[in-house]
């Protein structure tokens, strides 16, 4: 009777068996379901090799980013500063600016809370001010769930407007106002209470340490640098 044909699939699974079986003879205390291979010094330099790519990687990145969003505020604030500003092109810009912020929880980022100075802004009533010639200088203070603007008037006297803030998701760019006074102030002719001025939201699209810029409910800009004195 002719002998039988082993498969060569079937010698491997014997092999393999046979050679599992006498390594467990030399090592009977390890479990065949928690055996742990310590990594060998080839694979901890790879392993080494491969986290400093990565971290070089995201240096270079990050690097990258920061350059181009110099470049980006840069051109805003060129735009900003035309005779007749592009709306059209500072809206692509910060289009484009956005992306790159640094801070994506805007809305609840102690770098919002400061003294700002506005640069420029689509505003009809605070542009009233400065192209009347009444103020050159427009500020916004945010402290907690306050909020102040301030116009203070060339020849003295302010006017200020104050109302609270929330957020209403801290790890979003959204930060709810309501107005509570008004107050005009004349300097030597006496100040006014006048009666609050709504509310609304606005959306802080870019934030770090030197630019904010923001899109409200009313959709119009508000682009601001900290204020410096």
């Not at 065949?32 to 986290?51: D, E, K, V, W, Y």
Request: proline share 6%; charged share 20%; hydrophobic share 40%.
């Amino acid at each position: 009777m002719p002998g039988r044909v082993v498969p060569l699939s079937l010698l491997a699974v014997v092999c393999a068996s046979d050679l599992f079986r006498s390594t467990l003879a030399f090592h009977p205390k390890v479990s065949t379901s928690s055996r742990t291979i310590p990594p060998s010094t080839t694979q901890l330099h790879a392993f080494g090799f491969l986290n400093g790519l990565l971290e070089s990687g995201s240096k270079k990145t990050k690097a990258a980013s920061s350059t181009k969003a110099s470049a980006l505020k840069q051109k805003l604030l060129a735009a900003c500063s035309e005779d007749k500003p592009d709306r059209s092109i500072i809206e692509a810009t910060i289009q484009e600016l956005e992306t790159l912020s640094p801070v994506t929880a805007t809305a609840s980022s102690p770098l919002l809370q400061k003294k700002w100075e506005m640069i420029w802004t689509t505003e009809k009533e605070i542009n009233f001010f400065v192209e009347r010639g009444f103020s050159s200088k427009i500020f916004q203070t945010i402290d907690g769930s306050v909020l102040t603007n301030n116009i203070p008037f060339i020849k003295g006297g302010s006017f200020n407007v104050t109302g609270s803030l929330s957020v209403p998701d801290i790890e979003g760019i959204r930060t709810e106002f309501t107005f509570s006074e008004a107050a005009l102030d004349l300097a030597k002719w006496g100040t006014y209470k006048l009666p609050p001025v709504g509310k609304g939201w606005f959306d802080t699209l870019y934030l770090d340490d030197t630019l904010r810029v923001d899109l409200n409910s009313r959709n119009d800009i508000l682009i601001c640098k900290p204020d410096e004195a």
